[in-house]
């Protein structure tokens, strides 16, 4: 008997959806994710919940699955959506025939669309560039892409799923042509071993191309780098897109309490991938082009820059790999290349990550001869089932925000409802709930759950709260091999320190110099104690 | 209002050097941007006999024709109708936590008096990527000769003296100027 019927591999919103997916539908589910869930590009994005309305004139196919989806998950991943709706506006530099088309085939792909005045889209949207020459307003939305992703998790673990984090796969285990299975190493332990299943789905993202080759496949990606900024408040509550051909840094996203604006797009080398980094340049257009959207972003603070990596792969029909397919690519690596047991999801969207996972448990299961139908379009995830919650205290208020009525789930008594992140409003309680429940064992794990360090004062001021407080649970519930909750927290925060630091180097000027000079002076110089 | 000393501060360090000068018998103002309350040793800067200017910044400097000293300052909260006159005006305004330096993306300035400031040309360098060694911004600050007068485009302003760690490299004067004032 195999251990498994299904191991997916990497713990990005593809992976976890598909875990979630199969695992709904009575397989036997392993997810391996060789670092944290979402730290890959999922993590590493605008935050936006496509209404397809940017593709509506390119490519109408995908408009059509992002507004599908996009209702979808409106109601099954509500928690984890702010409905913020969305603006495309024209600046006189754009053309206005590109706008009447839009229009046109935003109606053809089924997205509802309403045109504005300047006036009207000044009246919802005051911080906009007034000198736009109209507006459509579309079914955007903010989606927290490291809470979908965490829910995703989290339900599949509760449809009896197993799920793996800092493990490594380090080569497939086949037979003839045949894979079997997993060969992993626990990068905390060093442990090494061999899982068995009936089928190895790759969903790791750009890295997919390397696990493709441990197949003896081979899929032609081209890694393709967005850089992102973000700003230290919300300059406005809806998304705001420029209106005319996709470009760089023409999406502004408000998310919780900042704002991120992005894109850019360039190709860049697989060596890469393991360590983007923003460059002054990139920050640069950025800047310049977000502030054709909302002027006054030239003069807000910008407390970060980030970028990911998108897994664009080359057309298995065009041979020189030039010819790039946006969409969902699902790999069948038996028809495609006489390999069974392996199959590769990647390419796609966020926003069309439920989706995927349906298409490739529906072809698993296909192989597997189970008829199980596809029921993520209906049961929502974790935290967004509408049951009932009793929140009396703005800590427990902020954690149903973020986790839905998963709130149940956590302690409130005694020193749980002690505040731990001021700008995220983050207690003691969720990040116990996130520790025991959600697979943290980092200070940056915990930022990805809970959003602690994400605010405006990007943990300048809870550092040594929040990193006293995942130590003693860490200690507390076994999961340290550390015994003092000093030495523990010390480490947890120079780690967090060092990450948070790669973000703030490219945009330190203004403002985030003063903050970065104050994280230097309180943290940089006292690196091990606490 | 007429003082001997004027310090402009925000820094660590301005109002024990305020107290060092009141306790030689000299009269001191100290404008300060911060609005804390309970500061102990602006509190006692006050109590000494200083003239604490608290939650008020310059808004105004009045130069000599030629450039060499500062005649008189307006503040914020004063407006230009109370002109503040001194003999010497001591710049301890701190760094860019407490915005005794500003930046932009590719300059570093000092905002009150715009006096010359010493910094990398090139934004790319002013961090390292490891977050617990030296930065290069945290050497930035102020150029002065060797009496700490502060250089304006490379000419001394004769009255206006720079203390504290608004200093480039790291420096530090105030033990030294709490001796020599």
Known sequence: MKDYDVIVIGGGITGAGVARDCAIRGLRTLLVERADISEGASGRNHGLLHSGARYAVNDSESARECIKENLILRRVAAHCIEQTEGLFISLPEDDPAYRDNFVEQCGKAGIRTQVLSPAQALALEPNINPELTGAVKVPDAAVDPFRLVSANILDARLHGADILTRCEVLDLIKENVTVMGVKIKDMSTGEIRKIHSHYVINAAGIWGAHIARMAGVEISMLPSKGALLVFGHRVCNMVINRCRKPGNADILVPGEVVSVIGTTSDKVPFEQCDRMSVSRAEVELLLNEGAKLVPSLRNTRIIRAYAGVRPLVSDDSDPSGRSVSRGIVLLDHSSRDGVRGFISITGGKLTSYRLMAEMTADLVCKKLSIDKPCRTAELPLPGSDNAKTKCSSLVMKAAEKREGSEVNRMSFEGKGNELVCECEMVGRAEIEYAVKELGVRTLDDLRRRTRVGMGPCQSSCCLDKAAMVLAEILIAEKLSSESGAGELAAALKKEFLQERWTGIVPVCWGEQMAQAEYLRNKYGKCDSTI | ?181
């Not at chain 2, 002109?83 to 001591?90: E, F, G, P």
């Open chain 2, 1 to 181: 209002m007429r003082f001997d000393y004027i310090i402009i501060g925000g820094g660590q360090g301005d109002a024990l050097l305020g107290r060092e000068l009141l306790s030689k018998g000299k009269s001191c103002a100290l404008i300060c941007q911060g609005r804390q309350s309970g500061d102990n040793s602006r509190e006692a800067f006050r109590k000494a006999g200083g003239c604490l200017f608290m939650g008020d910044s310059v808004d105004k400097v009045f130069y000599s024709e030629d450039g060499s000293r500062i005649e008189a300052l307006c503040t914020e909260n004063l407006g230009s109708g109370s002109l503040l006159v001194a003999d010497t005006y001591i710049l301890c305004s701190g760094r860019f936590f407490t915005r005794g330096l500003c930046s932009d993306m590719d300059k570093v300035y000092e905002p009150v008096f715009g006096a010359d400031v010493q910094f990398e040309a090139d934004p790319s360098l002013w961090c390292r990527s490891d977050f617990f060694c030296r930065q290069p911004f945290e050497d930035f600050g102020l150029v002065c000769d060797e009496g700490f007068h502060a250089l304006k485009n490379g000419k001394q302003i004769e009255n206006l003296i720079v203390a504290g760690d608004i200093l480039c490299n790291g420096q530090n004067n105030i033990e030294s100027l709490c001796k020599s004032l």
